[in-house]
Nanobody, 123 residues
Framework: VQLQASGGGLVQAGGSLRLSCAAS????????VGWFRQAPGKEREFVAT????????DYADSVKGRFTISRDNAKNTVYLQMNSLKPEDTAVYYC?????????????????WGQGTQVTVSS
């Protein structure tokens, strides 16, 4: 599976962005997907994850209520809708996939990673 993250950019605090993670491969619909982010000088951290069926989602406390993860298996794409953005959301955002039905919060649980997309939130 190859992943391509896109949709990042520069936005003012309080604004919104939608990230996309497009995947190749016919079996992507059986993969769970996670979003992670890494700010300068910080470790990569978990943001959100979604199961293959979209039935199960999980969010980091820092984004719960502001971010929404979803997927369209017909388009082999997972989305991260980010609302009410804060300067502390500034980071490179990565999508990752694992060939198991339910996502996990640990980055080592994912075998496939996209290249990352920069999100910058100005105050």
């Amino acid at each position: 599976v190859q992943l391509q993250a896109s949709g990042g950019g520069l936005v003012q605090a309080g604004g919104s962005l939608r990230l996309s993670c497009a995947a190749s491969g016919r079996t992507f619909s059986t993969y769970s997907v996670g979003w992670f982010r890494q700010a300068p000088g910080k470790e990569r951290e978990f943001v959100a994850t979604i199961s293959w069926s979209a039935y199960t989602t999980d969010y980091a406390d820092s984004v719960k209520g502001r971010f929404t993860i979803s997927r369209d298996n017909a388009k082999n794409t997972v989305y991260l809708q980010m609302n009410s953005l804060k300067p502390e959301d500034t980071a490179v955002y990565y999508c990752a996939a694992r060939p198991l039905g339910v996502g996990v919060r640990e980055s080592k649980g994912y075998a496939y990673w996209g290249q990352g997309t920069q999100v910058t939130v100005s105050s």
